[in-house]
């Protein structure tokens, strides 16, 4: 019996469909994007990876973080701490603090064929968080002028400094940073210079999945004529590469009561 | 209604007809044309160069390791040369004898009336048996793959093939730079081409069995050097190895153990796990390093339901931590076949497990 080719065809590809069969050689995980993996980036990883983040990738739409797979699993499985990239190894240290149960689900996704999941569960959009994480500072000092990044440079440290209009000397107890363009902020040193001695460290602000002020203990006594310094590592990710970028950071000051 | 049963009565007819039983069609996956590496469950765009993924049947089938022409749907021997078949990964397609041009990943009915054939293509690293008995890795560089064989004292071979895992071309295997080590810090011997292009060889010294040697090798000009490590315990007989599974106990090695990893209480599943960390210990000496993956994701699943059932011992999270770490990065080392990297993860491996046991045993 003839039987027209297209229909057949047609049929047999429905057909296909509804016959039960072994999972294809691909995907070997038994956990997907939408219901496992996800929630995992978005409390673990979700401030830095997210679009507009300090992070090279977003890792908050399941297009965005499937290409990385294979990184993924190279950066977990890494037990290097400080590298040359990272050579405090604040990014090893914020990368590797997943709990083995959350390793293991990323893990196995990643090298398991990164299947999506139900496309009923795909999570909504995220948008970049950037904001006083601890109210509004006493004292808020911006940069005088936007830093400009040339195209050419993918990495800058630049100095600002603040002399501060202080009528008394105050304690503050917490110092923080709002990056202008969270994407190349990478670091902030922060030094107080009183008088003619040498600048003394407060600390150094980093970017966090959980982002909190640096706490000053004890206190850093800030006296009228004295200075604040601000080291800021400014580095641009692959994507901006060639780009001109722009920041206008500001620091957050927070007094003792 | 009618019409929709008579239309998938036809197709089964078709189905058939094709010589192919409805339970035996598998799922379609897409995948790249330009980068078959790339699969997905589902229609989209390659992640690597963004190009409309195509569908793609794959299946299992038993080929000989020599003849790939041999296809068969059962374990077996070749017709050809009677080695023991061995499973690859392929894709299915439907063509027809007198125009193959056709070839469509459903089965139909050719136009002068008779069903189409079944025809199976390979697939990027869908064959990573040994062809000469030999041990079988894939490189770091996820295209090629090598395979080393000891078929004499003092001497060492090594084969290097696609991703295909079909010989290299002559032309790129002569721009493949190979040297083989015997003990570090001693000077290595050079690997070279036979006049056929087939493999690389090397006299070396007369080793004891097991004879563990490094290969070191440049693919191309400008690649760096990789390495891979062998431990032969026997000469290598130019049939194929078994595919990694259960070695047999005569031979005193530990036997991998089935895969579903045991429920029960804490103390058998540490018992387990102190079972496949003997089977992961045996693997890493006697150089079976293909075959750690097996015990070690084994044992790290054993671990995590550990840590489940012993929900009140927080100080559980750091070794467990460390056997889900280690247990990856043996079955990531196993395939590269790099000695140094595999004893350093065993070790901490085992250290872990002697961590867990020890926690678990406090409670």
Known sequence: MKIAGPAVAAVCATLSFWLPGEAHKGITSKFTYNADVYPIFLNRCGHCHVAGGVGPMSLLSYEDAFPWAESLRAELLETEGATADDPAGFIAAAHRNAPARELDVILDWAGGGTPEGDPAMAPRPVALRNEWTHGEPQLALPLGAPYQMPP????????????????????????????????????????????????????????????????????????????????????????????????????GVYFLR | MKARVLAMLLAAAVIAAAGVSAAQLAPISWTCPMHPDVLDDRKGK??????????????????????????????????????????????????????KQVNQIEPGVCPDGSPMAAKYSPRPHGDHNPKHGGIFFMAPDNWHHIEGTYPAPGRFRVFIYDEFSKPLALSKARQVRARVVTKEGLASTPLLLVRSGTFFEARIDQLPLPA??????????????????????SYSKDQPAPSPAPVSTSSGRAQPSPAAPAEGDVAALVSELKTREAEVNSLVKSGAFGSLYVPALQAKDLALEIQAKAANQPALESPVKQIVVSAYLLDSYGDLGDREKIHEASRTFSAAVSALETLVARR
């Open chain 1, 152 to 251: 050419d440079a993918m990495e800058a440290i630049q100095e600002f400094t603040w002399p501060l209009a202080l009528s008394t000397a105050r304690e503050a107890n917490a110092i923080d940073v709002l990056p202008g363009t969270p994407a190349i902020v990478r670091e902030v040193d922060l030094l107080l210079r009183t008088g003619t001695a040498a600048p003394r460290p407060l600390g150094t602000w980093i970017p966090k999945q959980n982002p909190a002020p640096l706490v000053l203990s004890p206190p850093a006594r800030l006296e009228p004529g004295s200075t604040l310094v601000a080291r800021v590592h400014y580095r641009k990710t692959w994507k901006y590469e060639g780009q001109p970028m722009t920041d206008r950071s500001t620091i």
């Open chain 2, 46 to 99: 390659c992640s690597v160069c963004g190009m409309d993924l195509e569908p793609v049947r794959l299946v299992t089938v038993w080929t000989c390791p020599v003849h790939g022409v041999i296809f068969e749907p059962e374990p077996g021997k070749c017709r050809i040369c009677s080695r023991q078949l061995v499973t690859a990964t392929m894709a299915l397609t439907w063509t027809c004898a007198g125009n």
């Open chain 2, 212 to 233: 563990q040697m490094t290969a070191k090798i440049s693919f191309g000009p400008d690649d760096k050097e990789s390495r891979f490590d062998f431990a032969f315990p």
